[in-house]
Nanobody, 116 residues
Framework: QLQLAESGGGLVQPRGSLRLSCAAS????????MGWYRQAPGKQRELVAT???????HYADSIKGRFTISRDNALTTMYLRMNSLKPDDTAVYYC??????????WGQGTQVTVSS
């Protein structure tokens, strides 16, 4: 059964760091372009980082230079390393397919709160 499970969020002070994980099961993970999305209160969900099946990456301007997306196909896990966090990064973070209109069922996400 296909499942995406995000973890690693929490409360962090501005300029702090976190690493999010997305564990995938029930799919041939290496076949898919994947992405990290986030949804802040009162806003639409947005795609912030993409990693293709071949390992190419792309970032939204809002997080470029601060976040790093990576994947370990052997572990069927994707990561988002977040540095220099800002209050505007506060959101629920989700993982899912990218570069496709077809999405897997969304997981529960992981809450990231940046506050002093």
């Amino acid at each position: 059964q296909l499942q995406l499970a995000e973890s690693g969020g929490g409360l962090v002070q501005p300029r702090g760091s976190l690493r999010l994980s997305c564990a995938a099961s029930g799919i041939i993970f290496s076949n898919y372009d994947m992405g990290w999305y986030r949804q802040a209160p009162g806003k639409q969900r947005e795609l912030v980082a993409t990693i293709t099946s071949g390992g190419s990456t792309h970032y939204a301007d809002s997080i470029k230079g601060r976040f790093t997306i990576s994947r370990d196909n052997a572990l069927t896990t994707m990561y988002l390393r977040m540095n220099s966090l800002k209050p505007d990064d506060t959101a629920v973070y989700y993982c899912n397919r990218a570069l496709s209109s077809r999405k897997f069922n969304w997981g529960q996400g992981t809450q990231v709160t940046v506050s002093s």
